[in-house]
């Protein structure tokens, strides 16, 4: 019955039909054929599956970020990252990443980084004379580094999916996630060198910085009561990320003033449509990841991985190179669901702590984000910008060897992902 599963997701794939249908119905017809297990099998798991506190979490991470791009906190977040870095070469490219790691602070969604970031930036740039593909790769390859840098969606699929701490995931992307956005920034600054984009005439100055920081005090206060709470033991990632669409729906409504009641309708209906997608492939992705457990499919590729070698170094760049072909063509949170009991076991036998596979895996399916033909960033960047996908990803290239760079790092230094946790 595992190849049918996969023959007929593969099929499905190739047909264009969604990956949480299509991971469904790849399993019906298996079961259809097989006729061992009762097609209902399924729809337990569609329901089963998503009954979880942990994933709480994410309807309400996904509402927070919408209310805090519509409540005015990503302008505030712009101004301080300008501050920074506007005066360097290439300024405004470089501000687009540092508010995207901002905003990944807050929202836990690449998608969502892009669309609250890209919204204001990519027009800016290219008012300034950035070339727009450019423009559009900077802003679509930044906001990977949205599941990277606590909160993450992601990371609570992975601590649910692996049983591992989603307090520890969180701490454990930190740093990972600074790396990412410093390694866009060396891109960055390199091709606006080399194409002339100059900063801005004001200088960097400790008391401009202090001013954008007092400005946007209460942006900034968000993923400080996110991660301080969830650090400090005073509550779950799950209760963190309903504190967290409170706190930002009483500054965009009543401190800043800009979310207004025609807003929250809008606010909740894109919020409700990203979840109940998400939650579909949840529950898709367990009931196909359980049939092929039944199948003894983990198993099964973990002992083919581990005949090729029992070297570490090649078992996790085997791992790595599945999971960036898998990122090309499938959803981040499906293939955590489906990889995950398959992979963190051989990880773990090759001595990876499951902290460090977990974060190896989200920056490895965060640049799926980017990588055409199913890269969600891609899609939102160009609807935006209006640059054609080919033209895109062609401009997004560079910036997806500089991940891979900063992904092998991580890899092989256990330190920068786990220097929070010692």
Same mark, same amino acid.
């Given at each position: 019955?595992g190849?049918?599963?996969?023959?007929?997701?593969?099929?499905?794939?190739?047909l264009?039909?969604?990956?949480?249908?299509?991971?469904?119905?790849?399993?019906?017809?298996?079961?259809?054929?097989?006729?061992s297990?009762?097609?209902?099998?399924i729809?337990k798991?569609?329901?089963?599956?998503?009954?979880?506190?942990?994933?709480?979490a994410?309807?309400?991470?996904?509402?927070?970020?919408?209310?805090?791009?519509?409540?005015?906190?990503?302008i505030?977040?712009?101004?301080?990252?300008?501050?920074?870095?506007?005066?360097?070469t290439?300024?405004?490219?470089?501000?687009?990443?540092?508010?995207?790691m901002?905003f990944?602070?807050?929202?836990?969604?690449?998608?969502?980084?892009v669309?609250?970031?890209?919204?204001?930036?990519?027009?800016?740039?290219?008012?300034?004379?950035?070339d727009?593909?450019?423009?559009?790769?900077?802003?679509?390859?930044a906001?990977?580094?949205?599941?990277?840098?606590?909160?993450?969606?992601?990371?609570?699929?992975?601590?649910v999916?692996?049983?591992?701490?989603?307090?520890?995931m969180?701490?454990?992307?930190?740093?990972?996630?600074i790396?990412?956005?410093l390694?866009?920034?060396?891109?960055?600054?390199?091709?606006?060198?080399?194409?002339?984009?100059?900063g801005?005439?004001?200088?960097?100055s400790?008391?401009?910085?202090?001013?954008?920081?007092?400005?946007?005090?209460?942006s900034?206060?968000?993923?400080?009561? +996110?991660?301080?709470? /969830?650090?400090?033991? *005073?509550?779950?990632? !799950?209760?963190?990320?309903?504190?967290?669409? %409170? #706190? $930002?729906?009483?500054?965009?409504?009543?401190?800043?003033?800009?979310?207004k009641?025609?807003?929250?309708?809008?606010?909740?209906?894109?919020?409700?449509?990203?979840?109940?997608?998400i939650?579909?492939?949840?529950?898709?992705?367990?009931?196909?990841?359980?049939?092929?457990?039944?199948?003894?499919m983990?198993?099964?590729?973990?002992?083919?991985?581990?005949?090729?070698?029992?070297?570490?170094f090649?078992?996790i760049?085997?791992?790595i190179?599945?999971?960036?072909i898998?990122?090309?063509?499938?959803?981040?949170?499906?293939?955590?669901?489906i990889?995950?009991?398959?992979?963190?076991?051989?990880?773990?036998?090759?001595?990876?702590d499951?902290?460090?596979?977990? +974060?190896?895996?989200? /920056?490895?399916?965060? *640049?799926?984000?980017? !990588?055409?033909?199913?890269?969600?960033?891609? %899609? #939102? $960047?160009?609807?935006?910008?209006?640059?054609?996908?080919?033209?895109?990803?062609?401009?997004?290239?560079?910036?997806?060897?500089?991940m891979?760079?900063?992904?092998?790092i991580?890899?092989?230094?256990?330190?920068?992902?786990?220097?929070?946790?010692?």
């Amino acid at each position: 019955m595992g190849l049918l599963i996969f023959v007929s997701f593969a099929v499905l794939l190739i047909l264009t039909v969604p990956i949480g249908i299509a991971l469904g119905l790849s399993a019906i017809i298996a079961l259809l054929i097989d006729g061992s297990i009762p097609v209902e099998f399924i729809i337990k798991e569609l329901t089963t599956s998503t009954n979880s506190f942990p994933l709480l979490a994410i309807p309400f991470f996904i509402l927070a970020g919408e209310i805090m791009g519509r409540g005015g906190i990503s302008i505030r977040l712009i101004a301080v990252a300008e501050s920074l870095v506007g005066s360097v070469t290439g300024g405004l490219a470089m501000t687009a990443i540092v508010t995207s790691m901002f905003f990944a602070a807050i929202s836990g969604s690449g998608p969502a980084t892009v669309a609250a970031v890209g919204g204001l930036m990519i027009p800016a740039m290219v008012r300034k004379g950035y070339d727009i593909r450019f423009s559009t790769a900077v802003v679509a390859s930044a906001g990977s580094i949205g599941v990277i840098i606590p909160p993450s969606i992601p990371m609570v699929m992975y601590g649910v999916s692996g049983s591992v701490s989603i307090g520890d995931m969180f701490m454990a992307g930190i740093i990972p996630g600074i790396m990412v956005g410093l390694g866009l920034m060396i891109y960055a600054y390199y091709y606006s060198k080399k194409a002339g984009y100059k900063g801005s005439t004001e200088k960097i100055s400790f008391n401009n910085i202090v001013k954008k920081v007092w400005l946007a005090k209460w942006s900034l206060l968000i993923p400080v009561i +996110i991660l301080g709470g /969830i650090y400090g033991g *005073i509550f779950t990632p !799950t209760e963190a990320a309903a504190i967290a669409v %409170f #706190v $930002g729906f009483i500054i965009g409504a009543f401190v800043y003033r800009e979310l207004k009641m025609k807003d929250i309708y809008a606010t909740f209906v894109d919020s409700a449509l990203m979840t109940a997608t998400i939650l579909i492939i949840v529950g898709s992705a367990t009931g196909f990841g359980k049939l092929l457990a039944m199948e003894q499919m983990p198993i099964k590729i973990a002992n083919y991985l581990l005949s090729l070698s029992t070297e570490p170094f090649i078992i996790i760049l085997l791992i790595i190179a599945l999971l960036l072909i898998v990122g090309c063509f499938m959803d981040t949170i499906a293939a955590i669901i489906i990889l995950t009991p398959i992979l963190l076991p051989i990880a773990t036998a090759v001595g990876f702590d499951p902290v460090h596979f977990g +974060i190896i895996m989200i /920056i490895s399916l965060a *640049i799926g984000f980017i !990588t055409p033909p199913v890269g969600v960033n891609l %899609f #939102v $960047g160009s609807s935006i910008s209006g640059v054609s996908m080919e033209s895109l990803s062609k401009a997004i290239f560079p910036f997806i060897i500089s991940m891979i760079v900063i992904l092998l790092i991580v890899s092989f230094i256990p330190g920068f992902s786990l220097v929070f946790l010692d």
